[in-house]
């Protein structure tokens, strides 16, 4: 008897001992093995630089610029981005940086773990910046937030500093990697397309358009005429009114014959 209640006993603690343990971290973003190294940044959304996850980014930038890129994700996949920047001895006070992630929409994704806006002092050397996105979904209603299929932009900028650091130059060391990839759930809906940044908005004519020739026969026999406006219509009733206002003030004043 005593031995089964000193086993269930056991079995009892060892269960709530596996409760009490905490669940195993996410493994941190590594560089893919012979990933080109990106060098530059775009300045805005539709100059983003792309890059995939693991390739190692690297650039030489100043204090104040906003710098923008992009990356592909697919669903299931859940997304880290992790960024160092190096600043130079001699700065004259605290700054706050921030790194911000946007889907193709330009909709702000929510982070879900990482140092989103830290705060560093003016004694500081480089400050650490990190977000991980939620888990793209296949599919979402319109008006929600999810992050789904398709691009993302990351904007690394800095939103508080004192003046007279700015245009100091700085290293930006980032990293977008893929911690977890459990693919398209089979019993879930599918986005039609992915969204992704529309940057050819519109199209620029070059070419002058043809000429059409019985257009240009009906305006040269009307060139001479004027455009009929509004600023034409109502000075033809004001000299309207203007004439019959001098012909009844004539009547008005004028004297009568005496016979």
Request: include cysteine; aromatic fraction near 6%.
């Amino acid at each position: 008897m005593r031995t089964a209640l000193s086993r269930s006993l056991a079995a009892l603690l060892a269960a709530g001992g596996a409760g009490l343990l905490p669940a195993p971290a996410v493994a941190a973003p590594t560089p893919s093995p012979g990933a080109t190294p990106v060098n530059r940044a775009g300045t805005s959304f539709l100059g983003a630089t792309p890059i995939a996850a693991g390739q190692p980014v690297r650039v030489d930038a100043s204090i104040g610029d906003h710098l923008y890129w992009s990356f592909p994700a697919t669903a299931g996949q859940v997304q880290e981005i992790s960024a160092t920047v190096t600043f130079p001895k001699g700065r004259s006070g605290a700054s706050t940086w921030t790194v911000d992630v946007f889907d193709g929409l330009r909709r702000r994704q929510a982070c879900t773990a990482g140092a989103q806006t830290p705060t560093v002092d003016a004694t500081a050397t480089s400050v650490a910046l990190g977000c991980t996105l939620r888990e793209v979904r296949p599919w979402a209603e319109p008006w929600s937030a999810d992050p789904l299929p398709g691009s993302y932009v990351v904007r690394l900028s800095v939103i508080d500093l004192p003046e007279p650091d700015l245009g100091a130059p700085i290293d930006v060391d980032l990293l977008v990697g893929t911690i977890a990839d459990r693919g398209a759930s089979t019993d879930d809906g599918e986005l039609a397309a992915p969204l992704v940044p529309n940057t050819k908005a519109g199209t620029v004519l070059n070419a002058v358009p043809p000429a059409d020739p019985d257009a240009d026969d009906e305006g040269d026999a009307a060139d001479w005429l004027p455009d009929l406006g509004s600023r034409w219509i109502w000075t033809g009733i004001g000299g309207v009114l203007a004439a019959v206002a001098g012909v009844v003030g004539f009547g008005l004043t004028r004297r009568p014959r005496r016979g």
